[in-house]
T-cell receptor
Framework: GESVGLHLPTLSVQEGDNSIINCAYS??????FIWYKQESGKGPQFIID?????DKRQGQRVTVLLNKTVKHLSLQIAATQPGDSAVYFC???????????FGAGTRLFVKA | NAGVMQNPRHLVRRRGQEARLRCSPM?????VYWYRQLPEEGLKFMVY????????ESGMPKERFSAEFPKEGPSILRIQQVVRGDSAAYFC????????????FGDGTRLSIL
């Protein structure tokens, strides 16, 4: 079903450290997963995606891990920078359809 | 977010008035989605449209809300007789035909109801 977050969980990291943001998705039939970054006053921005036939996918400084057994998704950001400060959302796409369900989001603070 | 254009960026309405939010998808995208976001919350799906068709409106309130994506022109999200609870950020996204492609978002319309 839809995720509703009342208060965003927050992750605070030191600049240069690695960040790990976790997400539990809701539907075992979901076969496509996306991470988005949302900065204040802007729309969500695509970061990286992964299909259900993969366990891991790497991009530039970001890695997404998918554990279908426990319906868990994580986003790892290497060498976190102040510009990475934002809210991060995971999203799942259900079974070949177009409807995408968003998680509640995690706010990442990067301390200089 | 280059590509998906939403206007206006900010819209102020009094209770009982109508709000019209516009969205032009990225070039080549034939699918449009509308989402609503309250402060400190995630995005809630409202409606998914293709040209001249509503495919899924399961997230849209049955009363006062409507959406269209005409053959020519932008997609419109229309809220009639607005109430204070309609205050939110409304985001539009678009995607190409392939379902396993990420949606691309506009920067939203912030609707404030006085």
């Amino acid at each position: 079903g839809e995720s509703v977050g009342l208060h965003l969980p927050t992750l605070s990291v030191q600049e240069g450290d690695n960040s790990i943001i976790n997400c539990a998705y809701s539907n075992s039939a979901s076969d496509y997963f996306i991470w988005y970054k949302q900065e204040s006053g802007k729309g969500p921005q695509f970061i990286i995606d992964i299909r259900s036939n993969m366990d891991k996918r790497q991009g530039q400084r970001v890695t997404v891990l998918l554990n279908k057994t426990v319906k868990h998704l994580s986003l790892q950001i290497a060498a976190t920078q102040p510009g990475d400060s934002a809210v991060y959302f995971c999203a799942e796409n259900m079974g070949g359809g177009f409807k995408t369900i968003f998680g509640a989001g995690t706010r990442l603070f990067v301390k200089a | 977010n280059a590509g998906v254009m939403q206007n206006p960026r900010h819209l102020v309405r009094r209770r009982g008035q109508e709000a019209r939010l516009r969205c032009s998808p990225m070039k080549g995208h034939s699918h449009v989605y509308w989402y609503r976001q309250l402060p400190e919350e995630g995005l809630k799906f409202m409606v998914y449209l293709q040209k001249e068709n509503i495919i899924d409106e399961s997230g849209m309130p049955k009363e006062r809300f409507s959406a269209e994506f005409p053959k020519e022109g932008p997609s419109i999200l229309r809220i009639q007789q607005v109430v204070r609870g309609d205050s939110a950020a409304y985001f539009c996204a678009s995607s190409p035909v392939d379902s396993n492609q990420p949606q691309h978002f506009g920067d939203g319309t912030r609707l404030s109801i006085l």
